[in-house]
C-alpha cells in the first residue's frame, strides 16, 4: 500500500473508545418491539392479578399473659393467701394452649364457619361470609356434602333453586325449594331460611344479577386443622408477657370474628381450670361436713337423753378441767385424721389415674414440699402430653417416653403418700398415747359425770372440727367469687385497613420490573451468542481494514435507491463514499473498483448498482460491469433482458457494443453478465477478459466490477488483477466474524490491496461511533426525505 493511502486510511480511522452508551442504548432501543410486548403482557397480569386474586387482610390482638416470674397484688394474692392455687403457668404453655384444639373447636362452634358462602361472578368467585342473604342449618351431614360444592339460585323472595353434583356416585339433583323449608336430601338434612339482611325488592327484580351463590360445607375436625395452620402467635418481646395472635383472611370481619372468640374462650377456660382446684376442695370440705353434722346431730341428741335421764345439768369444775386437756389433744387428732382423711382421698385419686391438676393439699393443711412437686411435675407432663398429641399418635415414641415418664411420677408421688401416712399416723399414735394418761385423770371422777364428760368430749371434738370445716368452706367460697383470670386483653382484635396482599403498587412496579429485565436479559443472551457483526466498533477490532462508509438499511423495494430518491440519507451516505473514494484513487483519471463480498446477501450488488449510479451523477463516465457470472442480479433492477453479457463476449459471441446497454441515469452505463455459463472462472481467466476490460478503460471514465463472493469462489481474486480499490462490502448482522477475519488474512497477505468496508444496511444501534463519513455532514432535520418518517427514539437521538 503506498504511502498516500496509508495517509488516507488513517484519515477515516477514528480514535477508539471503550464505551459509548448511546450504541448500548441503539442496541437495546432496536428492540423496542420486544419491550412494548413484554410490557403489555407483564402489565395486563398484574392487572388480572390485583383484580382476581382475593384480597387479604391480617388481623391481630395483644394479650397480657401472667407469667411466673411477674409481680402483682389483687386478687390473685389473696387466693395465694387461703392456698387455694398451685399451678404454675409459662408463656409457653399459654401459647400451646391458644392452639389446642379443644379451645379452637369450642370457638368455632360458636361462629359460622361450618358453612361458606360465595357469590358467583362471570369470571370469579367472592366469599361473602355473613353478608349472604340466606343461612343454612342443618340436622345431618354426610361424607358427600362436605367433598361437593353446591350451588343455590335465589329466583324471588320466597324460593331458591338447590342444585349439586356427587362426582364419586355421578348423581346430579336440582330442584326448588322454598326459604324456611326442611330438606331431607341424600346429601343430609338442611334448612335454608332468609337473614334480616334479605332485601325482596332486589330478588324479584329480574335484572339483579347476584343471586347466584356457591355453597361449601366443612366439617368441625376440618376448620380445626385450618385454623390451627393459620393461627400465628407470637411474643411481642423478650422482656414482656405479652403476645400477639394474628391470622390472615379474605374476610377481615371473619376474623375478628374468630380472634375475640378465641379471646374470650380462653379466658373462660383460664377461669374454669382456676376454679376445678377450688371446686375439688370444695366438695371434699362438704363431704366431710355433711358427715360431721350428722354426727353432732346424733351426739346433741345422746347428751341432752343422758342429762334427763341421770337429773344432771353440768360438769363439776374438776372435770371441767380435764376436758379442756382433753379438747386440746383431740383437736390434734381430729386435725390428723382429717389430713389421713385427705390423703387416702388424694391415693384414691392417683390410683384410679386422674388428674391430679385439681388437687390441692395446702388447702387442708398438708405442706409437704415433696409432696406439691411431684403433683406440680405431673401436671406440667400432662400438659406437654397433651400438646405432643397434637401432632403424634400414641404408638410414636414421643408419646411413649412422656406416658413412662408420667406413670414414674405417679409411682413416686404414691410412695410419698405412703411416706406421709405412715408419719401422720406416728403423730396421731403419740397423741393417743398422751391421751391415755389424761383418760387415768378421768377415772377419779364420778362415774356418772366421767360418762357425761365422755359425751361432752365427742361433741366438742366434732364441733370444733365442723367450725375448721366451715371456716375452710367460706375460705374457698370467696375464691371462687373472686376467680377471675390472670390474663387480660390489651388490644381487642383489629385489621389492617387496606389487603397486606395483592398490592397494586407493588404487582405493578414488580409488572415493570420485569417487562424491563426479562426482554434486557433475554437479548443481552442473543447479543453474547449473535456471531455476526453488529457494529462498525466490531469491524475495527478484527481488522485493520478503513471503513470506506456506512450506507443504512433501506426498506425499499428498488435497489437504484440513489436514483429514485436523490435526496435520501442513503443517497447522501454513497455521496459520502464517492467524496472517500478519492484518498484510494488520488490523481485517477481512469479508475477500476471492484466491489466484493463475503457470502451472498450482504449486498454487493445493490452497493455496485448506487456506486455506479452516484459516480455517474458526478459526470463522470461509468460503466458498471457485473462478473457475478454464476448469479447475475443486476438486469432485474434495471428492467433488461440477460440474453446477452460479458458471458456472450468471453466465448467471442458478441462485441462490446453488442452488449453495452445505456440506462435512463445519465452517464451510467450497464454490460449485464450474460448466460451463466459452465466454466466462469475459466472464462475470467482468458484473454478475453484483459481484452475487455482494456477496451472499458479506453471509453469509460470509471469501470464498476459487480464481481461474485470472495468467499466462495475465487472469481473476485482473479479479477483483483484489474482493480485499483477493492470495496469490501459487509451487512450488519449478516456478516460473520469469521469472515471479516478471512478477509483480513487475504489483505495481510497481498491478495488484495487498496481494500475498504462498505458498512451496509445499518440500523441506528449499529453506528458504532456515530454516522462518521457515512452520515456526517450534517444538513439538519428534514433536509433527508427519511427524517419526514423518523419515530419518535430516532427523533431524540438526531437531537443529540
Known sequence: MSESNQHNNAYLEEPEDDFNFKQLIFTYLKYWYVYALVLT???????????????????AAKVLIKDDKSTSVGTEELLKDLNVYSVNKNIENEIE?????QLLRETIERLELDVLYYLVGNVKKTEVYTESPFKITYDSLNFYAYNNYSYITIKDENSFELSYEIEQKEEEYKKIHQFGEKIHLP???????????FDKELFNNPNYEKRNFRIKFNNINTNIDFYQAKLNIALINKQSSVIQLSVEDVIPQRGLDFLNTLINVYLEHDVKEKNKIASSTANFINEQLASIAEDLKAIEIQRQNFKIEKGISDVSNKSQQILERVKLKDNEISNINLQLSFINYLQKYVKENQSVSNIAPSSLGINDPLLVRLINQITDLEIEKQKLEQTYNEETPAIKAINNKIKFTRNTLLQNIETIKTGLNASKKELQISMASLENEMGSIPKTERELVGIEREYRVKESLYLYLLQKEAETSIALAASVSDNRIIEEARSTPYPIRPIPKKSYSLALLLGFLIPTGII???EQFNDTVRDKKIIEKL??????????????????????KPKSLIAEAFRTIRTNLKYFLPNKEKEIILITSSIGSEGKTFSSMNLATIIALSGKKTVLLGLDLRKPKIVGDFEIDNDKGVSSYLIGAETVNDITVETIIENLYLIPSGPIPPNPSELIMSEKMDELIKELKKEYDT???????????TDALLLSKYADAT?????????????????????????????SILFNAVKLSGLGYGYGYGYGYGYGYGYYEEDKKKGFFNRIFKKS
Open 41 to 59: 403482557l407483564t402489565l395486563s397480569m398484574a392487572y388480572f392479578y390485583n383484580w382476581y386474586t382475593k384480597p387479604v387482610y391480617n388481623v
Open 97 to 101: 394452649i391458644f392452639r389446642s384444639r
Open 187 to 197: 346429601i343430609g338434612i338442611i334448612t335454608v331460611n332468609k337473614r334480616n339482611s
Open 524 to 526: 443481552f443472551i442473543i
Open 543 to 564: 481488522t485493520k481494514i478503513p471503513v470506506l462508509g456506512i450506507v443504512g438499511y433501506s426498506k425499499d423495494t428498488s435497489g437504484l435507491v440513489v436514483s429514485e
Open 703 to 713: 469501470i464498476i466490477i459487480d464481481s461474485p463472493p470472495v468467499g466462495l469462489v
Open 727 to 755: 470495496i469490501f462490502v459487509v451487512r450488519q448482522n449478516v456478516t460473520k466474524k469469521e469472515y471479516i477475519s478471512q478477509i483480513n488474512e487475504l489483505y495481510k497477505s497481498g491478495k488484495i490491496t487498496n481494500a
